[in-house]
């Protein structure tokens, strides 16, 4: 089956969400070997090792764009590329309807986590389903931010503050 690691991923959208996924899911040992943002982006074959200069060049320029050249072996993708690589785990982190009727005969990963809200078409959805692709719906997938603004709330109004690790275990 397929394990964690070495796990190839691609990521569109390199914002708040995706950013950080693709710091965690490194750091969990699958390998991310693409990630865009709306202009632009960047894919290593043998995965992208050092996520951190990715943020401190998104940070510089506002963009993805040219990123590439910072890397050896990488080469430039553009955000609509990024969702026909053929990859275990495809992340949709920006756009509502990336994957929709359009595009949907296109996708290659086995998996789709949907980090976005509504990454995926009704119409598309039931394409992917029938090929036998796994969607992990935006509602499951973003339910622990959900779960986390829960709890700023409910400190917020017995006047709590609860440190880093006690809010990952009540996450938990």
């Keep these: 089956g397929l394990g964690p690691a070495g796990a190839r991923v691609v990521i569109q959208g390199f914002g708040n969400v995706g950013s950080f996924l693709a710091k965690y899911l490194n750091e969990a040992g699958l390998k991310v070997v693409a990630v865009t943002d709306s202009r632009g982006g960047i894919q290593a074959e043998n995965g992208i090792k050092d996520i951190e200069k990715i943020l401190k060049y998104k940070a510089a320029k506002g963009t993805l764009l040219g990123c590439y050249k910072e890397f050896s072996g990488a080469r ?16 949709p982190a920006a756009l509502e309807n990336a994957i929709s009727e359009e595009n949907v005969s296109k996708i290659r990963a086995k998996i789709i986590l949907e980090m976005a809200n509504g990454p995926t078409t009704l119409e598309a959805d039931k394409l992917l389903n029938k090929n036998g692709v796994v969607v992990i719906p935006d509602i499951l997938a973003n339910c622990g931010g959900v779960v986390v603004s829960y709890f700023e709330w409910y400190q917020n109004m017995r006047g709590e503050r609860w440190n880093k690790e006690k809010v990952f275990e009540k996450l938990q």
């Design 76 to 91: 430039e993708i553009a955000p609509e590329e990024i969702l026909e690589l053929a990859v275990d785990i495809l992340v």
